[in-house]
């Protein structure tokens, strides 16, 4: 193993010949003097060669040894091409488990060991607190209320008559509009289309069931024949193949009221005895900080997140799992409730628009690949789809631990003593 | 390296003794029968073999080989305790690098090259296209308008009458409690104090210079000391150390409109020539696209977010440079305005809350702090708290470089094509 | 006519006999004593006398004369059943009217005089100029883009997997939902049924054709039959029949997304000449001017209004024409617009939720029923609905004079001096 | 006082001399043929024989006759120059008295009734009930938290670098900004004077003490004022004097975080009997309403409002006490809270942004002038702002009624029912 590290991280000195090192020379010439450009490195040489000797470049010009970064294992010729240009290495994420937590899902039925991946100290002790309770309460009841990825291209009309009339048009045109745009995909398929206007601005949010991929690329393809369509049909002009209705990568209320992704909401009723075991606090102090933080305090300041952290179980999944950690920002919209019930509480998290998918984009990359694995989410699903929605599922449960930690330790009034034995600051 | 990697991945199976076969398989039973738990694995072995261990573990719990997530250079012994429990090992999240771009900033001039962690295809690409751009404009011009890292303890008054009287005590006592807060940290300095009510919930915000520290846990060690203060002098409950009006980790107004972390502003203009030779288009179509998407799209779908894309650079740079993933969801805050010059344009991102910091979190992982090293912000600064500023700088840079570059893309309805072209969907 | 004020008013003391005088003594003492409640008049007197004792009994409490107050001409017994609990009288609002306006809209066609209820100095006229500028245009084109009254019940469920069965139950039986919700009614017609759930609560929204009737009552009686029906269907508890996500009478997104009552655009494009020639200024400054503040300064404050001050509008078209005027709130949802042209601007409003109607409501009230008829919508339409859309399009019409008029003012930075010189502040 | 109205109205054509018929009829030729405008009447008329003039020409334009719409009382020399151009009247609003109410304020303290104009069945008896179960508990208790109009004028800079600039410029130059400022005001004082930057966007938002004016007019002038100054001693264009950052008449988090206007807060305690007695529910179905309803419904649908209905009773305040209605939709900005005590409920209203006033704009007509003379409220207090601040928390108290009474009725289920009887829809 330690031969194919070596191999991969392009590290080898001691391997390289005399050839190969005056070649080297040569591009990093070529490159200072600008007659090479970083990107063009893969057109002459391999991947694990192109990606050494710009770290090497990078090394000279910034005076910087890029020695970790340089140590990796991961298979860099589909990576280069898929998901990563003017590649110099890797950082090294640390991954951690949490769990295993009970899941009672459509889709997610068992234990399951978390992982991910963070520098935030403190984030994986706390969430595998809320697995421990979540279980011993018989585990997270979890649904996929709704599910599918959207684009949302915007024209330009003449006036707002006109604007009307091109609702009207796609409104006939559904259908045609469908075929066209499943033309394009082997896998999706078209289950909405819906008009906006906005004065002269036309927005048309087109909604797919993607299966187990995320599925952006695949629905701005479909979305730019569809556009195309439209514009020739109704001599609108298309401005922008994303118009933010979609809504990619923002917060957006359109997000949480229609749902984008996978819709997920996720559970658990805890007795009086478990809240004051687990969490060392009661059910009426759990609740009262859930209403006066994630609500009072949320609707004071002007925030679309009404949960304590939910963010941070997205993110490092979502980066554990190959996903996009740019989609956390999405797929953290989420309202947390807790319910006071005669036997305890009712703790819940509804997380609306969770953009995730266990094929494409950084699934395929050898780590996070395994983390899939560890889920039992790589690849496609039989049938189609129960993938993603499993690991959707997987992830609402994770959330729910997330938040149920939190708000017990604040409730505890533990969090500051956390960080204190942590040292940090 | 290669025998040190091995080291460090903990993998070296053939040095191991009979004596470690035994004690693992020792320890493996007693995992599986519970008596030992997943998180004591560190009292009873060091830290490269307590992951090597857990890790083998979760491989047999699940039948998952995780070979690749156990292939590590960093230095465990201080992960684990600064930044991630139950840690197997780590994910390794390509690394691209953009630029260089010329930043003329505050803090922040000169060339930067931006590294970027992402499995987005064509991401640093696009980044890239920006980057250039920009510096054939001469560089992005870059400010700081604020910083200042907030927490917002959340208390339980009787009554509005008692609410009320809290907050005059707050502004009474100002200035003993901030001696108090300074009290237990060595650099952060208090440099705001505001209170909030609704009903009987007092939002007491606290906001502080943490200098080169992005400052949460310095934030919060201090507000716990003030919040017990305030409770003591007002007999007010204290409810939850963060009552949601900070707002740490969910998009929300207060941070737009009051700022957050460090707030910046990002602009640089570009003559017809340059758009037409960089983007294949011209000013008014960028401008329109950036009015129709930005503005009345993010209007109309009652989105917090008015850029493209922010998120997807803020993510990118902060998974690399070692800053806490979760806050890109503060971090990609961003207003993105594209002006109409008699020169041909003037763009601009505004940046509010960007929590950055260049030590303490994620910036001591060997890899990560290689990132920072490339940029010339691993540390204090001198003074302290103008690396963390450059670092704010230099990633408003890029978000330009990002927005520049979609926006261009979208201009030039090149967004389908280059999906096309991955072969991804 | 002097007479019929006089009886209206019930001033007329001079007419009042010694037994009446009497009477009314005994009253005010038992008012004043309390074995009387205010609410209780109209058991023992006719409207017009209640009023004239009640406000009597306020003149006495205060010590204030409320001579005016008394002073009103319209038909009482109707207004104290329908309209007014506990009426001491009426308030004079001034009506200005502003035109005449054309329109060139779906069911508004032609010129029309805006009738404008307000006490806000300078209001009418700005209007006004607004309208001279829409019709030397050749008129404002409208249309409505939906219509839809919306109500929605909320319930609580046992868990998050009962939440997912209610929403299927609702998806199941929806067309005997329709049947039942449509026995409630004479004319509405129920044209959609959508379920949202958040942890355990579930939210379904009720959008009915309510004609001519802005129709909350309407709608209101239809959710409570329903709401039966899916509580005995499901089990789950029905908690408030309007469950805020109707959104009645709060800014909210899902009404600007969705739309709820009527949803209206009106555009007009403006040329040159006649920016010049009414506004005294140019297309790129009012351009500018609605880009920085509808659009940036709305996105910097956390805004859900991107326009200038189309509540000004709404507001007073509504007091004119008898439309609850608390419902300005949700009808004042705006988007203001404006694109540069080849010729000019294309300046347009977008009013996704605008509640009115012409029959019921304060429409019957006399002088409110004049201001309809001056619009030629008074009561029901020909088809029912017709009147209500024509009503919806020329208050469109109306606030895209009014911002129109207000972008030229501060594009001409004539606001302060038009303050100035109405001599107010 | 049958004769004052008749002449009042202008409709006393008994008493039309030959001369005035015949001057009418010359006038209402020239309005026909387009030589004399519709706001020109005041130039050749009184202001009495104006409207009646202009009212009859709407009659014979439209062929509607407006008889009511032509009986007034109140004198229309200041209404038709301060208040309402191009008047052809009023409409009579009904107003309804709820109360008494026991208020326990920082200014108003005793016992209340409110005017309420509206034509919504049923509300006032519901802020009556509301008011009742106040007065029984005691009174409502009300604070004012802040006091401080705004106006925010935006600006246009070269760059982020100029942008920089002119926040230190404002910053530098504060005190001379404030002399200037107040310098236009023989009453307002500057408060506060903030800057943001959007892009090349500037916002100066100045804050005002404005006594008992509402003082929109105040601060605009002196706003002009100071962006003059602002514009000369930094080379920045003045692009509009209001930039939505004030932000004047639309929903805006600014408001809802900063406060604007008057900040108010009323609460109440009820014991359980109470509940019982006046509401018939209790505590946990009370709270329970306003959790579901309020905070997750509100949550949901993505409000601005969380609340049940505020924009009723403020709409209706301000519309009986000549406050520009146009602000009902700032002024309703409101968050209710329902907490669980140990004794019952403790609810309350939280209103951030009440733009109030009882000196200018509509409160010196007659009709309305009376009402607040009903409040005790009319005209400058002593000391100035004590009685605009009196009117903020009655408005206050009022709201809380409202509160209270709706979410008592939902709590009931008696919502549907009450609206049956009404036999409205």
Redesign the interface.
């Known amino acids: 193993?330690?031969?194919d590290?070596?191999r991969r991280?392009g590290?080898?000195s001691g391997a390289k010949s005399g050839h190969d090192r005056d070649r080297d020379t040569t591009i990093l010439t070529r490159l200072k003097d600008g007659s090479l450009k970083?990107?063009e490195l893969e057109k002459e040489l391999s991947p694990i060669d192109a990606i050494r000797v710009?770290r090497e470049f990078?090394e000279q010009?910034?005076g910087?040894?890029?020695?970790?970064?340089g140590?990796?294992?991961?298979d860099?010729d589909r990576?280069v091409?898929?998901?990563?240009?003017?590649?110099?290495?890797?950082?090294?994420?640390?991954?951690?488990?949490?769990g295993p937590v009970i899941v009672n899902g459509g889709y997610a039925s068992g234990r399951f060991?978390l992982?991910?991946?963070?520098?935030?100290?403190?984030?994986?002790?706390s969430v595998?607190r809320g697995c421990s309770a979540i279980s011993k309460a018989g585990g997270a009841?979890?649904?996929i209320?709704h599910d599918g990825m959207t684009r949302?291209p915007?024209f330009?009309a003449?006036?707002?008559?006109h604007?009307?009339q091109v609702?009207d048009w796609v409104t006939v045109h559904r259908d045609e509009l469908r075929v066209a745009a499943e033309s394009t995909?082997s896998h999706g398929k078209m289950t909405g289309i819906v008009t906006?206007?906005?004065?002269?601005?036309v927005?048309v949010r087109l909604e797919f069931d993607t299966k187990d991929?995320m599925?952006m690329?695949?629905v701005?393809?479909a979305?730019?024949k569809v556009a195309d369509l439209i514009a020739q049909g109704t001599g609108v002009r298309?401005?922008?193949?994303?118009?933010?209705?979609c809504?990619?990568?923002?917060?957006?209320?359109?997000n949480?009221?229609?749902g984008r992704g996978r819709s997920v909401?996720?559970?658990v009723?805890l007795t009086h005895e478990l809240i004051s075991q687990v969490f060392k606090t009661d059910a009426r102090t759990l609740f009262?900080?859930n209403?006066?933080?994630?609500?009072?305090?949320?609707?004071?300041?002007?925030?679309?997140?009404?949960?304590?952290?939910a963010?941070?179980v997205?993110?490092?999944m979502f980066?554990?799992c190959?996903q996009?950690?740019?989609h956390?920002?999405d797929g953290?919209t989420c309202?947390?409730?807790v319910?006071l019930t005669d036997t305890g509480v009712?703790v819940?998290?509804?997380l609306p628009s969770l953009p995730v998918g266990t094929v494409?984009?950084?699934t395929g990359?050898?780590?996070?690949a395994?983390?899939l694995?560890?889920l039992?989410v790589a690849g496609s699903g039989t049938p189609p789809g129960t993938n993603a929605k499993k690991l959707a599922e997987i992830i609402g449960a994770a959330v729910l631990a997330g938040e149920l930690s939190l708000l017990g330790a604040?409730?505890a009034?533990h969090?500051?003593r956390a960080?204190?034995q942590?040292g940090?600051?």
């Open positions: 193993m330690a031969d590290a070596e991280s590290a080898g970083l990107y710009r990078m010009e910034t910087t040894p890029l020695e970790n970064i140590i990796f294992s991961i860099v990576v091409k898929r998901n990563c240009e003017n590649m110099i290495g890797t950082v090294q994420v640390p991954v951690g488990v949490a060991y992982p991910l991946a963070t520098t935030e100290g403190a984030l994986v002790a595998n009841e979890v649904r209320l949302a915007v330009a003449d006036s707002v008559g604007a009307a609702c995909t906006f206007v906005a004065g002269t601005s927005f991929a599925g690329n695949m701005t393809i979305s730019a298309l401005i922008a193949l994303s118009g933010n209705m809504t990619d990568k923002k917060p957006a209320a359109i949480g009221i229609l909401v996720a559970g009723s009262e900080v209403y006066r933080k994630n609500f009072v305090g949320s609707a004071r300041a002007g925030s679309m997140g009404f949960n304590a952290h963010v941070n997205v993110a490092a980066i554990a190959g996009d950690a740019a956390a920002i953290s309202i947390t409730t319910d009712y819940a998290v509804t494409g984009g950084g990359v050898e780590t996070q395994e983390c694995k560890l039992g604040l409730a009034q969090l500051a960080h204190q942590l940090r600051g």
